[in-house]
């Protein structure tokens, strides 16, 4: 059974940093392109990043581009979101997902509970 | 970047009637490749993540009820549920994964009538 656990949430300030995790376990990680999506309180879900399955290619939504660095450890089943000069509209829940194919990259099959995070002063 | 717009915002059915639910592209999302539309439906209930029903814009994910069906083509796509049952009730998205940045439609909340 495929399962995701990110953690990694907290209360930060503006203007601070974060690195949020994702432990997957139950599929061949190494295989799978990953993604982070969030979701801010009461409203919809917002595309963030994804890494592919060799940590070769990653890609981000324009809202996070030059803040935020998806990375992911093969040998720790993990995958990361490093979150940097954080805003208040940052605030959300933050999912990890699992790519359903590989190698090409197409809709999320598995999620994660999600970790928040609350950008506040 | 490509717009996905759903609509309704919201829809309310009665119990074992049909609900459907309209997602628009800003451009296609048909990759000429291999002729598959890079659309994908999920449901959101209160408290829990996204749940994969659809991908490629009409194919079932394993153990989705038959009652859910997807249809359309190019930028034009739909979400059907054909007898709505207590358990349908969530918010629906539609997603392309056609190009980076992958993009969600709003939202459609479905609620019982």
């Known amino acids: 059974e495929v399962q995701l656990v990110e953690s990694g949430g907290v209360v930060v300030q503006p203007g601070g940093s974060l690195r949020l995790s994702c432990a997957a376990s139950?599929?061949?990680?190494?295989?799978?392109?990953m993604h982070w999506v969030r979701q801010a309180p009461g409203r919809g879900l917002e595309w963030v990043s994804l890494i592919n399955w060799d940590g070769s290619s990653a890609y981000y939504a324009d809202s996070v581009k030059g803040r935020f660095t998806i990375s992911r450890d093969t040998s720790k089943n993990s995958l990361y979101l490093q979150m940097s000069s954080l805003k208040t509209e940052d605030t959300a829940l933050y999912y990890c997902?699992?790519?359903?194919?590989?190698?090409?990259?197409?809709?999320?099959?598995?999620w994660g509970q999600g970790t928040l995070v609350t950008v506040s002063s | 970047d490509i717009v996905m717009t759903q609509s309704p915002d919201s829809l309310a059915v009665s119990l074992g009637e049909r609900a459907t639910i309209n997602c628009k592209s800003s451009?296609?999302?048909?990759?000429?490749?291999?002729?598959?539309?890079?659309l994908a439906w999920y449901q959101q209930k209160p408290g829990q993540p996204p749940k994969l029903l659809i991908y490629?814009?009409?194919t079932r994910e394993s153990g989705v009820p038959d009652r859910f069906s997807g249809s359309g083509s190019g930028t034009d796509f739909t979400l059907t549920v054909s007898s709505l049952q207590a358990e349908d009730v969530a918010v629906y998205y539609c997603q392309q994964y056609y190009s980076t940045p992958y993009t969600f439609g709003q939202g459609t909340k479905l609620e019982i009538k």
């Open positions: 451009q296609s999302v048909l990759h000429s490749s291999n002729n598959e539309n890079y």
């Open positions: 490629r814009a009409s």
């Open positions: 139950g599929f061949t990680f190494n295989d799978y392109t």
């Open positions: 997902a699992k790519d359903r194919t590989t190698p090409v990259s197409t809709a999320l099959d598995s």
